[in-house]
């Protein structure tokens, strides 16, 4: 069984679920999770109350919100819920709203999800996959689509389409030698601190999605020996920023975050290659 199919059952996914507003969204997700004893009614309004708090910053590409809180007592065990939505609704993200699928995720710790998050990052990227899962009739057929072999990630990370014609990949960069490592954002020969920081507000969800895609664009680079990505939750990334280069995270992060002492690049579409492809190269003057 894949890492997703050990986290999602079929009684936790719900299809073209009609909901008023976004927080019925997340309460509807949520909901799958209790009644499968993954969480507490708790974990639920922590979600919302993340929302509240740090804005749509869970809505990580066009039309998708990946909603979780922090690990708490109100999680019983780490699990998956799926809900596609039969309207869309808005959460108030500027670039990626509506929202018509809502996955929510309880996480017992940090480790124990990542593979899971990682293969469905790559999945929602494919623009034929998530085109498939927006037209499967049956929790069955949804199921189906997320367990298979992961396809290759696409270049485009872009919402579902008419077409699954992909972008084509920007040439990637020669990789550097050693007197050619990664400087910093300014384009200058300053030394790296060879780390790049994703962020959001617990360090296991959104920011996971945007560590798999960056890792992608620096492997395809030949720089993944040169540049370690972390992914941190706000608190954590204000006392980390001097370590890093940069940090990466998404509008409501960034204004939470503030002035740090190094730049913060935001992203829109956490599952896109090329628009972290163009953010790296803008970052490191390539």
């Not at 909901?19 to 799958?32: E, K, S």
């Not at 709203?97 to 999800?113: F, N, R």
């Not at 370590?243 to 190094?262: F, K, N, P, Y």
Request: hydrophobic letters at 40%.
């Amino acid at each position: 069984m894949s890492n997703i199919g050990r986290l999602l059952d079929i009684e936790s996914i719900c299809l073209d679920e009609s909901v008023d507003d976004w927080r019925a969204a997340i309460t509807c997700a949520g909901g799958l999770l209790e009644r499968q004893g993954a969480i507490s009614g708790e974990y639920t309004r922590a979600m919302i109350a993340s929302v509240e708090e740090n804005g749509p910053y869970i809505v990580v590409a066009p039309g998708f919100a990946f909603a979780h809180a922090r690990p708490s007592e109100a999680v019983h065990r780490t699990a998956m819920s799926w809900v596609r939505l039969a309207h869309p609704v808005e959460f108030g993200h500027a670039s990626n709203d509506p929202v018509t699928l809502v996955v929510a995720l309880s996480a017992k710790d940090q480790k124990e999800h990542l593979q899971a998050m990682r293969k469905l990052a790559t999945l929602l990227a494919s623009p034929t996959t998530r085109t498939a899962l927006d037209r499967a009739a049956t929790p069955e057929e949804v199921l189906a689509l997320l367990t298979e072999d992961a396809p290759a990630p696409a270049t485009t990370g872009s919402a579902p389409a008419a077409s699954s014609t992909a972008e084509e990949a920007p040439a990637a960069p020669a990789e550097p030698t050693p007197a050619e490592r990664p400087g910093t954002t300014t384009g200058t020969a300053t030394e790296s601190r060879n780390k790049i920081l994703t962020v959001c507000g617990n360090g296991l969800g959104t920011s996971l999605f945007l560590k798999n895609t960056l890792e992608q664009v620096l492997d395809r680079w030949g720089w993944s020996p040169y540049l370690t990505v972390e992914a941190t939750d706000t608190i954590s990334a204000r006392g980390k920023a001097k370590e890093a280069d940069v940090i990466l995270t998404s509008g409501e992060i960034a204004r939470a975050l503030g002035d740090v002492g190094v730049p913060v690049k935001v992203i829109e579409n956490f599952t896109s290659t090329t628009e972290l492809d163009a953010a790296m190269r803008d970052l490191y003057d390539v």
